[in-house]
């Protein structure tokens, strides 16, 4: 479903809110320290947002999305948010950049048929890449995903059966 589609009602065909414009805006995480946590998120070089005194709100360039934490937010333990994903449109421009910043990542890889594997995906397959980055002392896992653009979409596919479809209709 693309983000302009608008649908009335599940795959069942039950009744859903598919109509109403919807955003997720917040993702509370858990987190020790929230000064450390405070340091982290200014190094990934994400917006900090102006909030009530009790609350940290940071906001990756772009992004619609933004983290939170602080005192009593969340129940949740700290380290406990795992696997978040950052959508980029180059990994490694954004990995070297993390990298430049002091923040540990992993190299590039990809999910294979046996597993991680390193590098890209050979098939430059849509959201098959990653790297992974975290805060080590406040146990945060963020994963950096790529989006397919150009040069990364994969071969074939949906999109150039429709452009082909339509060449044939004229």
Known sequence: MS????RSS???GMPSAGSVDMKLEVVT???SDVDRAKEFYTKLGWRLDVTPPTVVQFTPPGSWCSVQFGPNRTSAAPGSAQNLFLIVSDIQAARDKLVAADIEVSEVFHLGPGGRAGGPDPEHGTYRTYASFSDRRCRDVVRL?????QRDAPRGGRARRAREAH???R
């Open 10 to 12: 599940d795959a069942n």
């Open 145 to 149: 995903r790529q989006r397919p653009g």
């Open 29 to 31: 995480i858990p987190v």
């Open 167 to 169: 060449r044939a209709a």
């Open 3 to 6: 983000t302009t589609e608008d």
